[in-house]
């Protein structure tokens, strides 16, 4: 089981991280597991999926070479996220 | 979980194997994204490696704007995958689309990350990554 508690997706849909969970559910990404995670601090929680978006997301270095950076690092962590 | 958008401009599963086990000797990736595979494994594990000779050569292909971009990039995974790793729990949704119970994820998943299996890119087909980030 995980390390800490995973929170209740429909109790954080009624907290401001709600939009985000919204999305994530209707674009089945990311996955929601990362709010319920991160959901315990959501000042902190929101934090750090806008910081994701942006770096991901943003810049000028080919999306497809972070991907495979971001799954080489992943793997490197035996991150299942 | 795999980038959609990155799907979009070519991304195979191929290439993310062949770019994480064999980028050095591959002939899919140019002389620049080799630097910046590089980059990321020596950020992640071999940090005596990353010196000044190191930078002289990622700067033949990445603009300080880009180091920037790159470093930032890594060294924010680094940390994300590394803290979420240790919490030892499993995606909420399975491989099409259904949100399900840690038991259940766990059935499906077993013990090799997500990151470590193949097809989990066709979860992704509906993602948007920019509009995800709105």
Not at chain 2, 57 to 82: A, C, Q, R
Request: proline share 4%; charged share 25%; net charge negative.
């Amino acid at each position: 089981m995980p390390n800490i508690s995973m929170l209740d997706i429909d109790e954080l849909n009624k907290t401001k991280l709600a939009p985000y969970i919204k999305k994530a559910l209707k674009h089945r990404a990311p996955d929601p597991a990362f709010h319920a995670m991160q959901g315990h601090n959501p000042d902190l929680s929101e934090a750090m999926y806008v910081a994701w978006g942006t770096v991901f997301n943003s810049g000028v270095v080919d999306h497809k070479l972070k991907e495979i950076i971001r799954i080489q690092l992943s793997r490197h962590a035996v991150c299942n996220y | 979980m795999r980038s959609a958008s990155a799907k979009q401009q070519g991304l195979t599963e191929e290439d993310i194997d062949e770019g994480i086990n064999n980028y050095e000797a591959s002939d899919r990736f140019t002389d620049a994204e080799k630097a910046a595979l590089r980059y990321s494994e020596y950020m992640a594990s071999d940090l005596d490696k990353i010196d000044e000779a190191f930078y002289d050569d990622l700067k033949k292909y990445y603009s300080s704007e880009e180091i920037v971009e790159l470093g930032t990039y890594i060294g924010v995974n680094i940390g994300f995958h590394t803290f979420f790793g240790t919490l030892d729990f499993y995606p909420m949704f399975s491989p099409d689309g259904r949100l399900v119970s840690q038991e259940e994820s766990k059935e499906i998943y077993g013990t090799t990350p997500i990151s470590h299996t193949e097809g989990a890119m066709e979860r992704a087909l509906d993602l948007a990554p920019d509009s995800a980030a709105e």
